[in-house]
């Protein structure tokens, strides 16, 4: 069984930065794709940014300059610094990691963490 353990939520002004992290741990073999997502009240889940296994990067528009994914292999952690936070990046983020351990390939989710940027 692999966990995805995140941290780094909080309250910030805006203009302010954050840096997300997200622990995987478990069987790991290997970690594929990663993902962070967000959704804010009353919305739905979106994917702010994506990291496959060959160091490429895609972000969602509204992110693009502002949020920068990164991710340690040897540590199994995947990481979302966001830069220049507006009140509308107020959401509970997940990190989501597609993972092959020594049974089987899939996906995971971390638990959320609530970010909240004030004005």
């Known amino acids: 069984q692999v966990q995805l353990v995140e941290s780094g939520g909080g309250l910030v002004q805006v203009g302010g930065s954050l840096r997300l992290s997200c622990a995987a741990s478990g069987s790991i073999l290997q970690i594929n794709t990663i993902r962070w997502y967000r959704q804010a009240p009353g919305a739905e889940r979106e994917k702010v940014a994506e990291m496959p296994s060959d160091g490429s990067t895609k972000y969602l528009d509204s992110v693009k300059g502002r949020f920068t994914i990164s991710r340690d292999n040897d540590k199994n952690m995947q990481y979302l610094q966001m830069n220049s936070l507006k009140p509308e990046d107020t959401a509970v983020y997940y990190c989501?990691?597609?993972?092959?351990?020594?049974?089987?390939?899939?996906?995971?989710w971390g638990q959320g963490t609530q970010v909240t940027v004030s004005s």
């Open positions: 989501w990691a597609d993972v092959t351990d020594y049974y089987v390939r899939r996906a995971y």
